[in-house]
């Protein structure tokens, strides 16, 4: 049509600037949003719709299977395309939606639906065709779940992982190269961060980790100017030279190589490099690339090495990297996957080997990212935000600080992710030339008569329609071997105590622990017990008295460690069952005198009793000597050491005369108010006798919105040779409180009411009293208000707050036996927290030090954490630091015998590690006075 002479998208150039591309953008953004309609729904048979997943694993998943741009070319082949919206991925919404993809959370509609990570389970939609990196082929034990959830919902799944050529069996499509970039950049900044950790300046601190730049060309240039400098002034003369070994041929190696090309690079032989080591140029870097003879050789000194008969019969074949390889190199980036039929490259044993022999070997970048696999001490991968630790293998233990002893390890398993553009791009390219026919595909059909796809993809379906394909028929035999071999190895864990702070644990056990184990949850009430075990999957319940010895002994000697949640008290009768069947034990008290007296014969025994792991004690520990190593180490000597600890409501649910409700033992907070005191504060020795610590409280002023105070806790000046502070001017370890607490609370103790000794009149079956009636025989008068105005003062907070607490009520009184005993009944009903309210840790340590200098310095370590709907604070800060520690006792970690605390360089570091992983972590903050 003509609108008098000129074309008619020329009439409507008052509009648009560029006639031609805004029409473009207009039929796109047309056909994007009617491109679903008319189409059948999303199933099995193709209805030429592809949804593309929003990649939720974690927050550096920014990675997209296909672009924009592949979506585009697929829309105008007439492929209509889905996408749920990402605040976090590399392509914006906008970005597809103007290349013709509707923009919805929705993927039904989809018969494909693709995605880069594994699928959540909920998130499966039944009778859909999914593609993605599933991590199910080795019958991995954490994706079979996904799996059962894909065969009960009839899904036909396409492994990216299996997508190969049929004429060469290589694989067709991956980030393996993105993945060898990645990992050798951050390999580079890793060991210029090792290196100042160890005292040298080098190079690479003038580069970034690959996560810091927008592109891979940026990369690229930040390498080369390294390059540049090493070219000109070279590396310090004692560290050179600098020597890489690289294994494996695939995408991964050849991604690392290529970025340790644009440094000034000599390639070796490996068997040049002893000689290499005597005599190497500062100016260059030195590169060397390994077979598999290099890392192997037959057991039988009188053979040689073949290829063939390795794989054929690896177990007649031994390790050599680390003592032919390992003892000259500086630095391992392993791209090789290992099998479970292959000798390791580098054991806990060999590492442990060359670190005695002090080996040249100083950083491993191990990219395979296989946890358990080729390097036997990468047993969970790292994150792109802490991509290193370093491993020590005398304490087969790992640390986040850079000059720790041991070696530099870094396994993040999603590097591609540091460059998601570009990988997205490398990535789509490929998988865009597949879509097409299988969004077409009909997968109702039986697997073998799917001919419309082609062999790469009909040989990478895993499941379809409720089955294993047969090519993968073998994950469920391995799945029940793998399953064999756990029940095989299963640790055996009994937990005595079903209280406020035993859910974590057993949650821990359940889900997050790296041991396969069976759990037994053991209390005096077998409803306590089974009420808490049913909750967690692999617990079983049992009843207890711990009591009886004889029952006690055949419930511990069933078991490899023992935790201890129940009262303190009991403790000691526990021990000395464990010494008697020799099994480990753990408990979150206070060592008492009598525990101290069981450390001979608990080292005799050759078990390790580990107290003091909970919160306070426990975590406190933890923190503080981490800090009191780290300032002694750097030159510093504490001359003041204050610590407060304490669980709270939050403000919110504080609304009662104490200002506290119970997330713990009742009556082991009680207890710990009777208790004496004794510290040291600017050089005086301070005390407080039993009885009167109610009476000491302070005013502390730590967080300014709070009104808090303080008691002494225990005998701080115990603590001196602990932590290594003999002679220290102030050393003060206290309880927090909100204001009023301690007044209260010494009321209650002067009329007599946290008394232990027995009262006939609360004996059971004595006749019925009500607390009025108790309280008046304890104030010797019915006129309770006249009675506390004289001895406690005009104040009215006494007489209301023990009025509010329903001390003077017709409330029958608890026939517990004692008064504090009654006391505990009455608070426990009182003071507990109500649904949707919640409790709070409070920890913080500060630290006063002075330097050779005259420079003083204020550290202060702070552990601030709320509880939620599922878990108290209490429960998660006592509870997880218990696990942890029994986890560690099970895997051989804990060496030490007898009695003792968590204070081990070793123990500590490794359990502040596995700590924060599960969320609990100190922050720190240094003021110069």
């Not at 240039?221 to 600098?242: C, K, N, S, Y």
């Not at 004595?766 to 019915?782: F, I, K």
């Not at 605390?901 to 490794?910: G, I, L, T």
Request: hydrophobic share 40%; aromatic share 6%.
């Amino acid at each position: 049509e003509q609108l008098g002479s000129k074309p008619r998208w020329q009439e409507f150039s008052v509009f648009f600037s560029s006639p031609p591309t805004m029409v473009l953008r207009f039929l796109m953004h047309n056909r994007g949003l009617h491109s679903l309609s008319g189409r059948q729904p999303g199933g099995l048979k193709g209805n030429g719709v592809v949804g593309i997943r929003r990649e939720t694993k974690n927050r550096w998943e920014r990675r997209a299977p296909l672009t924009p741009h592949h979506v585009r070319s697929l829309v105008r082949k007439g492929i209509a395309v889905v996408v749920q919206p990402s605040q976090i991925r590399i392509f914006t919404d906008e970005e597809y939606h103007r290349a013709g993809a509707v923009v919805s959370e929705d993927l039904s509609p989809a018969s494909v639906i693709v995605g880069v990570k594994e699928i959540p389970v909920e998130a499966i939609i039944p009778n859909r065709t999914y593609m993605c990196f599933s991590h199910t082929i080795k019958a991995q034990e954490y994706n079979m779940n996904m799996l059962d959830a894909m065969l009960e919902r009839r899904v036909r799944l396409v492994d990216y992982e299996t997508m190969a050529d049929p004429a060469t069996g290589k694989r067709v499509i991956g980030f393996g190269k993105f993945a060898g970039y990645a990992g050798m950049i951050d390999a580079l900044r890793g060991v210029g961060d090792r290196l100042l950790g160890l005292g040298y300046s080098s190079p690479f601190l003038n580069m970034g980790y690959t996560d810091s730049y927008a592109s891979l060309a940026a990369c690229r240039t930040a390498v080369q100017l390294v390059g540049d400098h090493i070219q000109i002034g070279g590396i310090p003369r004692d560290l050179a030279p600098l020597i890489f070994a690289f294994t494996g041929n695939g995408n991964v190696t050849q991604g690392a190589l290529e970025i340790f090309q644009e440094l000034p690079h000599v390639m070796v032989d490996p068997g040049d490099l002893p000689d290499l080591v005597r005599n190497a140029d500062p100016h260059v870097v030195y590169g060397v690339l390994l077979q598999r003879e290099h890392c192997v050789a037959p057991k039988d000194p009188a053979l040689r090495f073949d290829k063939n008969h390795f794989y054929k019969h690896p177990e007649q074949y031994r390790g050599i990297f680390h003592e032919k390889i390992a003892p000259y190199i500086t630095c391992l980036i392993n791209g090789v996957y290992w099998d479970l039929a292959l000798p390791r490259l580098l054991t806990v044993n060999q590492m442990r080997e060359l670190h005695a022999r002090r080996a040249r070997l100083m950083a491993i970048a191990d990219i395979s990212a296989d946890p358990y696999g080729g390097i036997e001490f990468t047993r969970e991968c790292t994150k792109i935000d802490n991509p290193f630790v370093v491993y020590d293998p005398d304490a087969d233990t790992e640390s986040f600080q850079w000059d720790a002893p041991g070696v530099l390890l870094g396994s993040v398993d999603n590097l591609p992710a540091e460059l998601p553009r570009e990988a997205s791009m490398h990535f789509g390219s490929v998988l865009v030339k597949h879509i097409t026919q299988l969004a077409r595909s009909d997968g109702t059909l039986p697997l073998s008569e799917q001919t419309d796809i082609s062999p790469t993809l009909r040989n990478a379906i895993i499941c379809d329609k409720g089955a294993l394909a047969p090519k993968f028929e073998y994950i469920s035999d391995l799945r029940l071997k793998k399953a064999a071999e756990r029940a095989s190895k299963h640790k055996r864990i009994l937990l005595l105590g079903a209280g406020m702070v035993a859910a974590p644990l057993v949650e821990y056990f359940s889900k997050t622990t790296e041991i396969s184990c069976k759990l037994t949850v053991a209390a005096d009430k077998l409803d306590a017990a089974t009420s808490l075990a049913k909750r967690y999957p692999g617990a079983t319940p049992t009843q207890v008295d711990v009591t009886n010895t004889d029952e006690l002994d055949r419930l511990v000697s069933a078991h490899d460690v023992v935790i201890s949640l129940i009262p303190a008290p009991l403790h000691p009768q526990v021990a000395r069952s464990c010494i008697r069947k020799g099994v480990n034990m753990v408990t979150t008290s206070y060592i008492s005198p009598e525990m101290e007296g069981l450390h001979s014969a608990a080292a005799a025994a050759g078990i390790t009793v580990l107290n003091e792991i909970g919160l306070d004690p426990g975590i406190d520990h933890l923190s503080a000597l981490k800090t009191i190593r780290d300032v002694t180490k750097h030159g510093g000597k504490l001359r003041s050491f204050v610590s407060w600890c304490g669980g709270l409501p939050a403000p919110e649910a504080s609304c009662n005369p104490l200002g506290y409700k119970f997330s713990w033992s009742v009556r082991g907070v009680l207890n710990a108010g009777l208790n004496s005191a004794r510290w040291r504060e600017d050089g005086q020795e301070r005390s407080v006798p039993k009885g009167k610590l109610f009476q000491n409280a302070r005013h502390v002023d730590l967080f300014p919105a709070l009104a808090l105070e303080g008691l002494p806790n225990r005998d701080s000046l115990a603590y001196e040779g602990v932590f290594g502070l003999t002679g220290i001017d102030t050393i003060l370890r206290g309880t927090l409180r909100y204001k009023g607490f301690s007044t209260l609370m010494n009321a209650v103790q002067e009329i007599g009411l946290m008394s232990d000794t027995p009262d006939p009149r609360l004996a059971r079956g004595a006749p019925p009293v009500t607390w009025a009636e108790y309280m008046a025989g304890l104030l010797d008068s019915s006129n309770f208000s006249e009675v506390l105005k004289a001895r406690f003062g005009a104040t009215p907070a006494v007489p209301g707050g023990l009025t509010e607490l329903g001390l003077f009520s017709s409330e029958p009184i608890a026939q517990a036996g004692t008064p504090i005993d009654a006391l505990c009944a009455l608070l426990a009903q009182r003071l507990r927290y109500e649904p949707g309210e919640h409790d709070m840790v409070l920890m913080t340590h500060r630290f006063g030090i002075e330097y050779a200098n005259g420079r003083k310095e204020l550290h202060t370590s702070t552990l601030a954490r709320t509880g939620d709907d599922t878990h108290t604070a209490m429960a998660v800060t006592v509870g997880l630091p218990a696990a942890i520690a029994a986890e560690m006792m099970l895997m051989g970690k804990i060496a030490d015998k007898g009695v003792i605390r968590p204070v081990s360089p070793s123990m500590c570091d490794e359990m502040l590690v596995r700590l924060a992983r599960q969320g609990v972590a100190m922050s720190d903050s240094v003021h110069v006075l």
